[in-house]
């Protein structure tokens, strides 16, 4: 007989070419792609050619209409508002992919243990999925603002936390067919472990599904590191993200600023909207339901 | 399984959630920094104090004890006294919380009944420029901060055209606040649009996944109208799915709403929230949180038996 050793991880082989054909024929999702590359251009080698102090205030030179100068104006405290946008830019993105890839790994393994379990674990475990869901994030996020001021790494782990629910609901789905698969049952016949299935044939398996659930996380997780800054809980000054960039913006329409508040709000919906164009773009190449 | 039997179980589900929503919310409680004495004496309070307080308030009891207490005064409806309002916080909760299902409700029903007919329509017109126009516009409205978006109409609809105030009416009473309509029509516009985005997809979805099925080849083979299939079978039909999603969308309502009030500032449950967050009143933090958890609990449980009310097919052994 073969040694538990012996048995080889069973991964279905993704197909990559038809995939990606799929994926390119989806005119939306490579645009999603296209705006990605671009804003990470933008916010990172940006900075290089276009130099902006974002450290040190200019109160001589606040509040400027856009001019060949300053591109896109100053803010309230004299920073240049383009430099800003790319500064801003790499926080938005950077946490919220941080925040995003997080809470798909915390969602892949609950809804993977749960889903391989079954039975009354996997009850209780959802029950805490629902009990999770049943308080908006906004709130749980205002509370703990109420308590702590999060530093960055601080605030990703937070929003990892509050925001796994989704993903380990579709895991667990996929993981409730995975489970009564030949070659599970074959493992477990030869008395492998809990752990040793779930980690290298059940996720491996659910591949796509977390995939793109990581997408649409990263998507969610910018937009809720925006509203986490606009509300004024986010990273602290001098630093400073897309939503936070937008917490003056009624006192700028009042003052009729539009450079202040179009910059920051447009670089938001185009990036969140990316990645749910490529979200969108990968569920339909792999061909899976969900969301 | 019998209807009344996956009630039973549904309905105990719903406690055990709400069971595990009270652990997290008395989690939140314990979490604060030096407990909840220094909420209520504040940062100057010397240990002697807080040691005096906690031992009055039975705080150094063991935790089990703690959570069993709070689980009795929740079930006698008592939440608390806010720290800085000097009032209950279940009183101030139910001042604020009409307040907050108005206008939710208003944002919600305009955005299905837009949501239903866009969503149909794309369906039926599948992959035509109409189509097309309306996945791109939802998508960008579901990519759009809701504070984005209202700050988009206030620069729009108030300053640039001055067709609506900018500010939501205030006043104490449900009446005061629905006297000045104006100043709802941008909070409910503000409040609609994700939802809008999100449920035509859904409705779109659903559409076309009831134009696939045999009865509607049936109907069209006998001759009924393309409208009259649509009216009276697909529709029908595709709602279902839309009242289950709608149970589950209650949490982002909420969420929304919170952003809603506190941009127009009206004087709803969110922003009870908003400004308690500034003054960290955690009474009031906590209890909202629990009110609205328990609200959305109860709106998935009914969302579930309107399917069931609505679409006898639906499954009642699913979990």
Known sequence: M??????????????????????????????????????????????????TDQTVTDLLHINLKPS????????????????????????????????????????????????????????????VVDAGIAIPALFILLVISAITTPTTLGLIIILGCVSWLVPSRLVRAETLTLRSRDYVATLRALGGGHTRAIVR??????????????????????????????????????????????????????????????????AIVLVVCAFNAIGDGLRDSFDIRGR | MPVALYLIRRLAQSVIVVFFVTIIVFGLLHALPGGPARGILGVQATPQQIAHFNHQQGLDRPLPVQYWKFLIRLLHGNLGTSYTLNESVSTLILQRLPKTLVLTGCSTLLALLLAVPIGMWQAVRRNRPVDYTF??????????????????????????????????????????????????????????????????????????????????????????SELRILLRHVLRNSLTPIVAMLGYYVPVIFGGSLVVEQLFNYPGMGLLFWNAAQSSDYPVLLGCVLVIAIATVIGTFIADVLQLVIDPRVKVGRS
């Open chain 1, 2 to 51: 073969t040694s538990l050793e012996t048995v080889p991880p069973v991964v279905k082989a993704p197909a990559l070419p038809l995939t990606l054909r799929r994926f390119l024929r989806n005119r939306l999702a490579v645009a999603g792609v296209v705006v990605v590359v671009f804003f990470v251009l933008f916010t990172f080698v940006g900075p290089l050619f276009y130099h």
């Open chain 1, 201 to 266: 044939h059940i996720i491996p398996n659910a591949v796509s599904t977390i995939v793109v659930a990581a997408t649409f996380q990263v998507a969610d997780a910018i937009l809720l590191v925006a509203y986490v800054s606009y509300l004024g809980l986010g990273v602290q000054p001098p630093q400073t993200d897309w939503g936070g960039m937008l917490t003056a913006g009624l006192d700028a329409v009042y003052s009729n600023r539009w450079w202040l508040i179009a910059p920051p709000g447009l």
């Open chain 2, 135 to 224: 996945t791109l516009l939802s998508l960008v409205f579901y990519s759009t901060p809701v504070f984005f978006f209202g700050i988009v109409l206030i620069a729009v609809f108030s300053q640039e055209l001055p067709w609506f105030p900018s500010e939501a009416p205030s006043g104490d009473t449900l009446g005061q606040v629905l006297s000045q309509p104006s100043g709802l029509v941008l909070p409910i516009i503000c409040g609609a649009a994700a939802t809008l985005a999100v449920f035509s997809r859904y409705m779109r979805a659903a559409t076309l996944d009831n134009l696939g099925e045999d009865y509607v080849r049936t109907a069209r083979a006998g001759g009924t």
């Open chain 1, 68 to 127: 060949g100068h300053h591109l896109l104006g100053t803010d309230a405290v004299g920073h240049d508002e383009l430099g800003r946008l790319m500064y801003g830019g790499r926080i938005s993105m950077l946490v919220g992919l941080a925040a995003g890839l997080l809470a798909t790994l915390i969602g892949t393994l609950w809804g993977a243990a749960a889903g391989y379990m079954g039975g009354w674990v996997d009850a209780l475990m959802m029950r």
